[in-house]
């Protein structure tokens, strides 16, 4: 999951749609769910800099619960040299990019599973997925966009559909 998930996410008394949908995402999650959230130790640091009140207490009690994974994710050098020569047509997209590698590198490793709010990076790797076979089958999942229907996902399973896949166009 994201740092941009966990920095949005709001408290109870959060009206705006962001934060609020980003806290009824990790509430469902946490509540009516046993899924799992993997933070790699590169990505806690980045959850550490970035997160609100309520995630920090979110993050605590999923700890408490044992459904954090905190183990590190060996980097690809190779597919990630792939994925910048399959969709990185400027220095900014490539950057872009690589800001985010630890995210598609966790899923593979763990549940083939992200949730982020950043649809640029997301249109980036489903660029790259047409040629790298490695993330064909990662789903990607913005819980503030209303179509996503991300909690009814998280209630129903969380199954890695087709259309939730970097690979479907």
Known sequence: MDASVASAAGGKAAT????????????????????????????????EEHMSGFTRVWLRNMTQRGRVIPRDVVPSTRMRREIVRAAATKKTEADALQKDFHLVEAAIAYDKTVVSLDDEVRRLFKAAA????????????????????????????????????????
């Not at 129903?156 to 559909?161: H, I, T």
């Open 130 to 169: 047409r040629s790298v076979i490695a993330i064909k089958k990662v789903v990607w999942v913005n819980p503030v966009e209303p179509a996503e229907k991300s909690i009814e996902w998280l209630r129903d399973g969380a199954r890695a559909e087709p259309v939730r896949m970097l690979s479907h166009e």
């Open 16 to 47: 705006a749609t962001a934060p609020k949908r980003c806290r009824d995402f990790l509430s469902t999650l946490r509540d009516e769910t046993g899924c799992h959230v993997v933070i790699p130790p590169m990505l806690r640091d980045e959850w």
